[in-house]
Protein backbone atom coordinates (compact mmCIF):
# COMPACT_ATOMS: atom_id res chain seq x y z
CA UNK A 1 0.00 0.00 0.00
CA UNK A 2 1.18 3.38 -0.75
CA UNK A 3 1.70 6.01 1.97
CA UNK A 4 -0.02 9.80 1.84
CA UNK A 5 3.20 11.07 0.17
CA UNK A 6 3.87 8.99 -1.93
CA UNK A 7 0.33 9.21 -3.40
CA UNK A 8 1.00 13.18 -3.44
CA UNK A 9 4.52 13.23 -5.02
CA UNK A 10 2.36 10.60 -7.61
CA UNK A 11 -0.37 13.42 -8.36
CA UNK A 12 2.07 16.00 -8.28
CA UNK A 13 3.81 14.04 -11.14
CA UNK A 14 0.77 13.45 -13.23
CA UNK A 15 0.29 17.31 -13.02
CA UNK A 16 3.46 18.35 -13.99
CA UNK A 17 3.43 15.91 -16.91
CA UNK A 18 -0.16 17.98 -18.06
CA UNK A 19 1.29 21.07 -17.73
CA UNK A 20 4.30 19.97 -19.87
CA UNK A 21 2.46 18.75 -22.50
CA UNK A 22 0.13 22.24 -22.68
CA UNK A 23 3.12 24.45 -22.66
CA UNK A 24 4.88 21.46 -25.52
CA UNK A 25 1.15 21.87 -27.55
CA UNK A 26 1.88 25.96 -27.06
CA UNK A 27 4.85 26.37 -27.73
CA UNK A 28 3.85 23.84 -31.30
CA UNK A 29 0.90 25.85 -31.79
CA UNK A 30 3.40 29.09 -31.70
CA UNK A 31 5.81 27.36 -34.15
CA UNK A 32 2.83 26.51 -36.94
CA UNK A 33 1.91 30.00 -36.63
CA UNK A 34 5.03 31.76 -37.05
CA UNK A 35 5.62 29.33 -39.91
CA UNK A 36 2.17 30.77 -41.37
CA UNK A 37 3.00 34.16 -41.23
CA UNK A 38 7.11 33.50 -42.78
CA UNK A 39 5.33 31.79 -45.77
CA UNK A 40 2.87 34.92 -46.30
CA UNK A 41 5.65 37.20 -46.14
CA UNK A 42 8.04 35.73 -48.48
CA UNK A 43 4.94 35.58 -50.92
CA UNK A 44 4.61 38.88 -50.39
CA UNK A 45 8.30 39.56 -50.83
CA UNK A 46 7.69 37.59 -54.04
CA UNK A 47 5.01 39.78 -55.18
CA UNK A 48 6.67 42.73 -54.48
CA UNK A 49 8.88 42.86 -57.52
CA UNK A 50 5.98 42.01 -59.66
CA UNK A 51 5.44 45.54 -61.10
CA UNK A 52 1.35 44.50 -61.65
CA UNK A 53 1.09 43.87 -57.53
CA UNK A 54 2.37 47.27 -56.98
CA UNK A 55 0.16 49.03 -59.64
CA UNK A 56 -2.30 47.41 -57.92
CA UNK A 57 -1.44 48.28 -54.56
CA UNK A 58 -1.06 52.04 -55.57
CA UNK A 59 -4.53 51.66 -57.54
CA UNK A 60 -6.09 50.34 -54.06
CA UNK A 61 -4.47 52.94 -51.56
CA UNK A 62 -6.02 55.97 -54.24
CA UNK A 63 -9.51 54.46 -54.23
CA UNK A 64 -9.25 54.01 -50.15
CA UNK A 65 -7.43 57.55 -49.64
CA UNK A 66 -10.75 59.28 -52.08
CA UNK A 67 -13.45 57.26 -49.70
CA UNK A 68 -11.63 58.76 -46.64
CA UNK A 69 -11.43 62.29 -48.31
CA UNK A 70 -14.94 61.98 -49.26
CA UNK A 71 -16.10 60.56 -45.23
CA UNK A 72 -14.07 63.77 -44.53
CA UNK A 73 -15.92 66.40 -46.43
CA UNK A 74 -19.33 64.76 -45.36
CA UNK A 75 -18.43 65.22 -41.73
CA UNK A 76 -17.42 68.77 -42.38
CA UNK A 77 -20.73 69.54 -43.93
CA UNK A 78 -22.52 67.61 -40.87
CA UNK A 79 -20.19 69.31 -38.41
CA UNK A 80 -20.35 73.28 -40.41
CA UNK A 81 -24.21 72.25 -39.40
CA UNK A 82 -24.03 71.29 -36.21
CA UNK A 83 -22.15 74.84 -35.85
CA UNK A 84 -24.50 76.45 -37.33
CA UNK A 85 -27.37 75.28 -35.25
CA UNK A 86 -25.71 76.01 -32.09
CA UNK A 87 -25.12 79.24 -32.85
CA UNK A 88 -29.01 79.73 -33.80
CA UNK A 89 -29.80 77.59 -30.35
CA UNK A 90 -27.72 80.43 -28.38
CA UNK A 91 -29.07 83.52 -30.16
CA UNK A 92 -32.33 82.31 -29.20
CA UNK A 93 -31.41 81.65 -25.71
CA UNK A 94 -30.13 84.89 -24.98
CA UNK A 95 -33.81 86.16 -26.98
CA UNK A 96 -35.66 84.23 -23.98
CA UNK A 97 -33.32 84.62 -21.84
CA UNK A 98 -33.79 88.44 -22.37
CA UNK A 99 -37.69 87.68 -21.74
CA UNK A 100 -37.44 85.78 -19.19
CA UNK A 101 -35.31 88.49 -17.27
CA UNK A 102 -37.85 90.63 -17.83
CA UNK A 103 -40.87 88.20 -16.78
CA UNK A 104 -39.16 87.77 -13.48
CA UNK A 105 -38.85 91.70 -12.56
CA UNK A 106 -41.01 91.70 -9.36
CA UNK A 107 -44.16 93.13 -9.26
CA UNK A 108 -44.53 96.39 -7.66
CA UNK A 109 -47.17 99.18 -8.36
CA UNK A 110 -44.68 101.03 -9.77
CA UNK A 111 -43.76 98.59 -11.98
CA UNK A 112 -47.09 97.25 -13.44
CA UNK A 113 -48.68 99.17 -16.20
CA UNK A 114 -52.27 99.12 -16.33
CA UNK A 115 -55.32 100.38 -18.84
CA UNK A 116 -56.17 103.84 -18.43
CA UNK A 117 -59.48 102.93 -16.39
CA UNK A 118 -57.71 100.65 -13.95
CA UNK A 119 -55.25 103.33 -13.17
CA UNK A 120 -58.14 105.69 -12.57
CA UNK A 121 -60.01 103.30 -10.21
CA UNK A 122 -56.49 102.58 -8.78
CA UNK A 123 -56.60 106.69 -8.01
CA UNK A 124 -60.40 107.05 -6.62
CA UNK A 125 -59.76 104.05 -4.38
CA UNK A 126 -56.33 105.98 -2.73
CA UNK A 127 -58.33 109.40 -2.27
CA UNK A 128 -61.32 107.81 -1.13
CA UNK A 129 -59.38 105.35 1.00
CA UNK A 130 -62.09 103.01 0.87
CA UNK A 131 -64.42 101.88 -1.85
CA UNK A 132 -67.26 99.29 -2.70
CA UNK A 133 -68.13 97.98 -6.24
CA UNK A 134 -71.32 100.05 -6.06
CA UNK A 135 -69.22 103.50 -5.41
CA UNK A 136 -67.37 102.07 -8.70
CA UNK A 137 -70.10 101.45 -11.08
CA UNK A 138 -71.83 105.11 -9.95
CA UNK A 139 -68.05 107.03 -10.40
CA UNK A 140 -67.27 105.49 -13.58
CA UNK A 141 -70.86 105.34 -14.71
CA UNK A 142 -71.40 101.14 -15.17
CA UNK A 143 -74.38 99.62 -15.80
CA UNK A 144 -73.75 96.90 -12.95
CA UNK A 145 -72.07 96.04 -10.32
CA UNK A 146 -70.36 92.85 -12.25
CA UNK A 147 -68.26 94.98 -14.42
CA UNK A 148 -67.02 97.22 -11.26
CA UNK A 149 -67.01 94.15 -9.08
CA UNK A 150 -64.68 92.43 -11.42
CA UNK A 151 -62.44 95.13 -12.56
CA UNK A 152 -61.56 95.61 -8.76
CA UNK A 153 -60.97 92.06 -7.94
CA UNK A 154 -58.14 91.85 -11.22
CA UNK A 155 -56.69 94.28 -9.20
CA UNK A 156 -56.93 92.89 -6.03
CA UNK A 157 -55.29 89.68 -6.97
CA UNK A 158 -52.31 92.15 -8.70
CA UNK A 159 -51.48 93.09 -5.74
CA UNK A 160 -52.89 96.65 -6.32
CA UNK A 161 -55.64 96.56 -3.92
CA UNK A 162 -56.31 94.58 -0.86
CA UNK A 163 -59.97 93.83 -0.35
CA UNK A 164 -61.83 93.63 3.11
CA UNK A 165 -65.30 92.18 3.81
CA UNK A 166 -67.60 93.75 6.13
CA UNK A 167 -70.85 92.53 6.59
CA UNK A 168 -72.49 91.74 3.47
CA UNK A 169 -70.64 94.82 1.77
CA UNK A 170 -66.96 94.24 0.31
CA UNK A 171 -64.58 97.13 0.45
CA UNK A 172 -61.13 97.65 -1.68
CA UNK A 173 -58.36 99.31 0.23
CA UNK A 174 -55.57 100.70 -1.27
CA UNK A 175 -51.82 98.46 -0.52
Do not use: W
Request: glycine share 4%; charged share 35%.
Amino acid sequence: MLSCKQLSKIGKNQATTKDRQLRFKSVMDERSEFEKVTEEFKRFQEQVNNPVFIATLMHKLSEERSSTNLLFKELNVKLDRLLALEDRIKAMEAKFGERAAIEQIPATRDAIILPEIDESIVKYVQSKGKVCAEQVQMKFKYKGTNAASSRLNRLTKEGILRKVQVGRKVFFLPV
